[in-house]
């Protein structure tokens, strides 16, 4: 099962750092979410654009998770070359996880 099929995400971005919000679609998901989706888990997925740890929050209210995602300051919205380098595609890219 793909992470898509549970969740949807959302994203933002400012400098060097991305935020990506992973909110389920029912609530009795969300502990399925917690439990697999680390940021451990997450960090090694983007290992190769990130250089440091993955911070995870906890929202159970809002049945969502929020990860902080730092990358390197070459790799910022601002300052890259890259043809999309915003938190959009990384927010897409998650939701690919296989569970």
């Known amino acids: 099962m793909l992470l ?5 995400a959302r994203t933002g971005d400012k400098g060097n750092i991305v935020t990506i919000s992973l909110i389920a679609y029912r609530s009795e998901d969300f502990k399925l979410l917690e439990e697999k989706v680390t940021a451990e888990r997450v960090a ?5 654009l990130i250089d440091a740890p993955v911070e995870r929050y906890s ?17 910022s919205v ?21 569970l």
């Open 78 to 98: 601002t300052r890259s070359l890259a043809l999309d380098a915003h938190g959009k595609c990384l927010g897409f890219a998650l939701l690919g996880l296989e």
């Open 4 to 8: 898509h099929e549970l969740a949807h």
């Open 44 to 48: 090694a997925h983007f290992e190769s």
């Open 59 to 75: 929202l159970p209210q809002l049945r969502a998770l929020n990860f902080v995602l730092h990358r390197p300051f070459s790799s």
